[in-house]
């Protein structure tokens, strides 16, 4: 034997930089409530439950660091929610080093060290080198099915780390999904996800839109930005976490084996939860983040019209639809507040209080459409405009101002923000004083003039550089669409109103579900791309969907026409609006927007012809006869979590392949939707979930019990491609109602 082996052998086995230090602690087994920790001789730690036998919930990769600190530079910054993010020089803490595992009271702690990078090779009994950072890692069961876990380090100086990071082992064939609303990407192993609240963007790769809007101002977004993140997945081997954190955090799934969070400070609170499927995981999530409330009678009636153009255009649009016997439940009148020509586009006027000239009798224009049987939706966001510039109103931004209600810079004063041609100020919803002021001014301006909801926009924009009253803007930011939809939900119910009033929400974060009646995909282009057309739109709904946004919708159309100097780009061709509408009938709501350029100039609109009113009208017809259906899975939502919307996975997590999927789903457990989402296509091919599927239309029946199985359906302008579950009652229910409507 050579003499180098004889020293190893002597020595002990060279451990790779990244190996645990050793000695380690002896192996032991120590419960946290129902929860069991495992701690192994091979330097893993695991967590199980009685009852998912066989299945770990989380565990360690054996003998590699599970937790970790790095120190460097973290910049977030940017205006108007669109922010970028700047890592530099992080540098991480080498090796690990476990000191004990012991049971603590009802919880299980490991206590260790983690040690600089020395760049030293370390053998079997060698010293800890110095300036080690002890950690506590906890681990206590916080409700039937979370296991909560909280990493800790004991900092002489609070500077000393950037952020920490707990890592968990992977699979190479796992697959991640949840994360809220995720446009680009369903599954997100392989990629680094920065969890941050801001704009979705506009174009979000698309070219060459994402790169003039780039130089123009940063505007494009890519894969990773939305509206509503949440820190939270759920996997193809029933493993779920979340984070409690509120601060931007980064969940890394780079490393093939390795399920990497990352939490910006010095502490890290997360849960781990027990489910024997996906739809037990969410509703284990739910548990934490909130349920959503089924919505009112009235939602379920028929369209919600988005209009805009004052008493005497929405008259005539309201006779129009009338005559080609288009069921309305409501309009949607984002313009009562008046509006405003921008280099980007029509733009509103955030003031907060009727305009003259566009509605001189708001009140009793919201009467009159309520004589007609339709209700009225408006508007409103947690920004103020001076309303000077508007020549008309009260001045509520020098109220704000005053009262010292708006969010401050650096030195004091208001924090204007420029949003694409003028500068607002956001109301500080740290502030009670605030809130109490802005929530009379919803209650006054809004439920007093008789509206049965509205948008209630934005809620990514908080600077991270702001002054609030209270609170650290990096752990307000993430939380402040909580705040948002909190303070409208207070207005809503203080007023008695619960079960009238329905306010949509776009921007969210984890405990969103609890506080929102309704979500609402944002601004997608009027496009039929996977980046930020029609396609993101579906992906949206169906990850939003595993992260407890049960009612979510979109506008049914796209959103967002880019007009830059002559150019204009992305107008709403008639197919794109048909097919979207179909997409739109199999969700919670159906609702049309005239878009950021309304009228002929922006595209296609749906009186722009005989035929697409007709279409309407049919579609509409199809969206009330699910209202049976769509009843029954809200109460689910409400006691569940369960979404309405639904990726087939949910329902066969035996056949992880699905999830290679993005552009069909299901309306809860019964109904199969495959929209067509490219146009000059009059079928769809669609991956059917295990089972047998009738083709509502035909009666064809496809499908294989036993596997999921590829088909090709056909798929008619007016008769997308929808399959109920055979046997399914309320898929029988459905097509008898489809034939009293004369559809079928």
């Known amino acids: 034997m050579r003499p180098c082996v004889l020293l190893l052998l002597a020595l002990g086995t060279v451990a790779r930089a990244d190996d645990l230090a050793r000695p380690l602690p002896a192996p032991v087994t120590l419960a946290a409530g129902d929860f069991q920790v495992a701690w192994t ?30 120190r460097g530079q973290t910049r977030i910054h940017g205006q108007r929610g669109f922010f970028k993010v700047e890592e530099r020089d992080l540098r991480w803490t080498g090796r690990q080093a476990v000191d004990e595992v012991e049971q603590d009271g009802p919880a299980v702690v490991v206590r260790g060290r983690l040690l600089p990078r020395s760049g030293v090779v370390h053998v079997l009994g060698a010293p800890a080198p110095t300036g080690a950072l002890p950690y506590t890692l906890r681990l206590e069961q916080a409700a039937a099915r979370h296991l909560r876990v909280v990493l800790a380090l004991d900092l002489p100086d609070k500077q000393a780390v950037d952020r920490v990071a707990l890592i968990g082992r992977s699979d190479p064939d796992e697959r991640f999904v949840g994360f809220g609303e995720q446009f680009t990407y369903l599954d997100l192993k392989g990629r680094r996800l920065p969890v941050i609240v801001r704009e979705q963007g506009i174009g979000r790769g698309v070219q060459p839109v994402s790169t003039l809007l780039n130089a123009a101002g940063g505007a494009a977004g890519d894969w990773s930005t939305t509206y509503a993140p ?17 601060a931007p955090s980064f969940f890394d799934l780079t490393d093939p084996r390795a399920a990497r969070v990352e939490v910006l400070g010095d502490a890290l609170h997360a849960r781990v939860l027990l489910g024997g499927s996906p739809l037990e995981l969410i509703e284990a ?31 005539r649009l309201a006779d ?30 955030w003031t907060w209080t009727p305009d003259p000239a566009t509605y001189p009798d708001w009140p009793g224009f919201v009467a009159e459409l309520r004589g007609r049987g339709h209700r009225v939706l408006s508007y409103v966001n947690p920004w103020l405009v001076d309303a000077r510039a508007r020549g008309a109103g009260p001045d509520l931004f020098a109220q704000a101002r005053d009262g010292g209600h708006l969010v401050q810079d650096a030195k004091g004063r208001p924090y204007l923000i420029g949003n694409g041609g003028f500068d607002a100020a956001l109301v500080d919803l740290t502030s009670p004083d605030a809130r109490a002021w802005l929530k009379e ?69 984890t405990r969103s579900p609890g506080a929102t009646r ?3 995909l944002g601004d997608q282009l009027c496009s039929w791309d996977r980046h930020d057309g029609i396609k993101s739109a579906l992906t949206g709904l169906l990850s939003s969907g595993i992260s407890g946004f049960s009612l979510n919708h979109g506008d049914a159309g796209g959103y967002t026409t880019v007009a830059l100097g002559p150019l204009t780009f992305f107008r709403r061709p008639k197919e794109l609006l048909l097919r979207w509408v179909e997409l739109s009938a199999f969700t919670v709501m159906l609702r049309t927007h005239e878009g950021l350029v309304p009228g002929a100039a922006g595209g296609h609109q749906l009186d722009s012809d005989a035929e697409t009113l007709e279409h309407l009208a049919r579609m509409t017809k199809v ?4 209202q049976p259906y769509r009843r029954a899975l809200m109460a689910d939502a409400a006691a569940h979590g ?24 299901l309306l809860g457990p019964d109904l199969f939707v495959a929209p067509v989402l490219d146009p000059g296509r009059a079928h769809v091919d669609a991956t059917l979930p295990p089972g047998r599927w009738v083709d509502v239309w035909t009666g064809a029946v496809h499908g294989d019990p036993a596997r999921p199985l590829r088909v090709r359906l056909p798929a008619p302008i007016g008769r997308p491609a929808v399959l109920h579950r055979a046997g399914s009652a309320h898929g029988e229910a459905f097509v008898r109602a489809l034939e009293r409507e004369g559809l079928r």
């Open 41 to 70: 001789d091979a330097g893993h730690l695991v967590v199980r439950h009685p009852r998912a036998p066989g299945r770990t919930l989380w565990e360690s990769r054996p003998g590699r660091p599970f937790v970790a600190a790095a």
């Open 230 to 246: 949440v820190p939270q997945y759920v996997t193809t081997r029933l493993r779920s976490l979340f984070l409690e954190d509120a």
């Open 285 to 315: 999530f739910t548990e934490y983040a909130g349920r959503m409330r089924p919505l009112p009678d009235w939602a379920h009636e028929g369209l919600i019209v988005g209009a805009v153009g004052g008493p005497a255009r929405i008259r």
């Open 320 to 349: 129009t639809l009338a005559r080609h016997d288009v069921p309305v439940a409501g309009f949607f009148l984002q313009d009562w507040v008046g509006e405003r020509k921008t280099p980007f586009g029509i733009r509103l006027w």
């Open 441 to 509: 001014l919803i209650r006054h301006e809004l439920l007093g003039s008789g509206v049965s909801g509205w948008m209630g926009d934005f809620g990514e924009a908080l600077p991270f550089d702001a002054r609030l009253a209270a609170g650290d803007p990096r752990d307000a930011h993430n939380r402040w669409p909580e705040l948002w939809a909190e303070l409208q939900a207070e207005v809503v119910a203080e007023a008695g109103l619960e079960d009238e009033v329905v306010f949509f929400s776009r921007s969210g974060f």
């Open 518 to 520: 309704l979500f609402w």
């Open 623 to 626: 969206f009330r006869a699910l």
């Open 642 to 665: 369960w979404p309405l919307v639904r990726h087939p996975w949910l329902h066969a997590p035996e056949h992880p392949d699905l999830l290679r999927e993005q552009a069909a789903f």
